[in-house]
């Protein structure tokens, strides 16, 4: 099974994200920030994907994306964000995809797929 | 001798020129008779030339009441030439306003009462064109177009030559050849030249002639005009100076329009920028719970089943977008408050009264002890002083200090100082210099609209406000200019 690490500072988005992906079968293990998420990630070698917020109160999302390439090229990530304007930052280039968050997590769920599929970690 | 201008009383009959019954007086007086009869008469200029020195008492009595009234009218005249020209300098002094300078300079030397020449040209140094060029001529009626007079420095020229040496010159057509075209132009045979210099810079030429009279221009009087050159030269310098720095103001004052528009177009763009980057956070701080309370009763309705934990997210987000809304639109009438003349120790005291009863935090003041008229939106001052005091509580409260809030009010020459201090640990530097932006916020169940809230309440009546860290909290000092505050005077008011 699949293990997804969920990044946000929000936890009510952590709560619905978990709720969504544990329905599709993965597991899921939350990090409500940054640093959260690298401590997480140096313990856990089995996390299959990231799901990642930029705006965190802390160390932002594009701080840690940077970490995590450093320390697992092969780990995908995807940035999952409110806001539409960071896709022009070209550090966001460094994850395997972009999504805006929305109501709709169909194009969230999509993208965890594919990359999963990607990375011969489904 | 037994002349008549010797006695010392005359009969009517003895001088023709005495009318009896209007000068009785002078044929009793011998020395007012010799100053005003016998001076000019034909037989008292006879009887003195047969005078062979021998009676030089009668010579030194006569004299000079003759030949002095001439040299006593050349005297006169002179003393009325010195007046004028020390007035017009004075004048010259005096004046900034480089036309006038020069009409003054041309009048002093064409009127009667100056040096009396019948035509003065002024010619202006122009760098760029590198000679001299009419700019102005006063003369006795004689006009012509003088525009084609220009004298170029790089001519070989007498009339160069004589500028360059710094000396008043005369020109005659009969042994200046070299300057015949000048002659022409001018209509004379002879003029006389002038040179102006500056401190090290050359200023102009002033040709003077008699175009009417023909007459030729003499050496002495240009000579004497040498001296009043140097005079004539620092006040088309100072004019000059003056032109010069009131074309740097005016270009000063155009650079300074220009800056102005120009920050106005920057502070316009930063303003929108402002608007788009708010814009760009509300839209994400509404955006999360949306995609949570959707997200979730789509979940819902996937799975028809009831969550407590779930609906009660959707409430918890609902709310939170409801608070966003709120401190928006907080934010919003900030920027248009609604002034009216009030007291502002009496807003202060209701805004601590109010937070008491909210929060049960304690609150140490000092507040003046009349009343603060103040210019001001009651209700935004109120708001803004609960927002500074509930910030202090909750900074306090993170840090688990139960100590009572201060606050302090006094009035300045200039201005209302309010400061509130807490015991709540300070603030790092990095959000010191963010807590003021719309939703900047270090709490989790914040909006991040407080303290902008603030900030956009004082913008609007001209106040501003300062966070510094004391040695365990923070001090926030907030200031009100005077020219919205009237301390009354009367403590029973």
Redesign the interface.
């Known amino acids: 099974m699949p293990k997804i690490l969920i990044v946000d500072d929000e936890d009510s988005i952590r709560f619905l994200y978990r709720k969504e992906f544990e329905d599709e079968g993965y597991e899921v293990v939350e990090a409500s920030s940054g640093e959260e998420a690298l401590d997480i990630l140096e313990k856990d070698e089995d996390i299959d994907l990231v799901v990642l917020d930029i705006k965190m109160k802390t160390m932002s999302g594009l701080e840690a994306l940077q970490h995590i390439v450093k320390k697992q090229r092969n780990l995908p990530v995807i940035l999952c964000s409110a806001y539409s304007s960071y896709q022009d930052d070209f550090s966001s280039w460094l994850a395997d995809s972009y999504v805006i968050k929305s109501p709709d997590l169909t194009e969230l769920k999509n993208e965890v797929k594919r990359l999963l599929k990607k990375y011969g970690r489904d | 001798m037994g002349v008549c201008w010797l006695k010392d009383k005359l009969a009517p009959s003895e001088c023709p020129s005495i009318d009896p019954e209007k000068e009785a007086s002078l044929l009793s007086d011998k020395a007012l008779r010799l100053k005003k009869k016998c001076s000019s008469c034909i037989k008292f200029v006879v009887d003195l030339s047969s005078v062979n020195g021998v009676d030089t008492q009668i010579y030194k009595e006569t004299m000079p009441v003759a030949f002095g009234n001439e040299m006593r009218e050349r005297i006169e005249q002179l003393e009325e030439k010195l007046s004028s020209i020390y007035r017009s300098t004075k004048v010259l002094k005096e004046t900034t306003n480089l036309e006038e300078v020069i009409s003054i300079t041309l009048s002093l030397l064409t009127s009667k009462e100056g040096f009396g020449f019948e035509r003065a040209i002024f010619l202006k140094y122009e760098p760029d064109r590198k000679g001299f060029v009419p700019v102005a001529v006063h003369s006795a009626g004689v006009r012509g177009s003088l525009s084609d007079m220009f004298i170029s420095v790089d001519m070989d020229h007498p009339v160069l030559k004589a500028f360059f040496e710094r000396r008043c010159a005369v020109f005659d057509r009969k042994n200046q050849k070299k300057i015949y075209e000048l002659m022409v132009i001018l209509g004379v045979d002879s003029f006389g030249l002038i040179p102006l210099w500056g401190s090290n810079r050359p200023l102009g030429i002033i040709i003077v002639d008699n175009p009417i009279s023909m007459k030729h221009v003499d050496p002495a009087s240009l000579k004497a005009l040498e001296g009043l050159a140097g005079q004539l030269s620092l006040a088309v310098e100072k004019a000059m100076l003056y032109e010069d720095l009131k074309c740097k103001l005016k270009e000063l004052e155009e650079t300074k329009r220009q800056i102005e528009k120009q920050q106005n177009i920057i502070l316009n763009m930063e303003k929108a920028l402002a608007v788009v980057d708010v814009t760009?956070k509300i839209?994400?701080?509404i955006?999360?719970?949306?995609?949570?309370?959707?997200?979730?009763?789509?979940?819902l309705l996937k799975?028809r089943e009831f969550d407590e934990?779930?609906l009660k997210?959707i409430s918890?987000?609902a709310k939170r977008i409801d608070m966003i809304l709120k401190d928006l639109s907080s934010y919003n009438e900030a920027s248009h408050p609604k002034k009216i003349k009030a007291d502002l120790v009496y807003v202060v005291k209701e805004a601590i009264r109010e937070f008491r009863r909210n929060s049960k935090a304690e609150v140490v003041y000092k507040l003046p002890k009349a009343p603060v008229e103040v210019q001001i939106d009651p209700l935004h001052i109120k708001k803004m002083i609960k927002a500074i005091l509930y910030n202090a509580f909750e900074a306090q409260s993170k840090k688990g200090i139960d100590a009572p809030i201060k606050l302090e009010m006094e009035v300045y020459s200039d201005e209302v100082v309010i400061t509130v201090i807490d015991r709540g640990g300070g603030v790092s530097d990095e959000v010191k210099t963010k807590m003021f932006e719309p939703f900047f916020t270090?709490k989790k169940d914040g909006t991040g609209l407080g303290l902008s809230v603030v900030l956009m309440v004082l913008s609007e009546h001209g106040g501003n406000i300062e966070v510094e860290n004391t040695k365990d909290g923070l001090c926030v000092t907030v200031k009100l200019p005077l020219k919205e505050v009237q301390y009354a005077q009367n403590l029973n008011s």
Not at chain 2, 287 to 299: E, K, Q, S, Y
């Open positions: 760009s839209v994400h701080e955006r999360n719970p949306l995609t949570v309370i959707g997200g979730i009763a789509n979940m799975k934990e779930a997210k918890d987000e270090t």
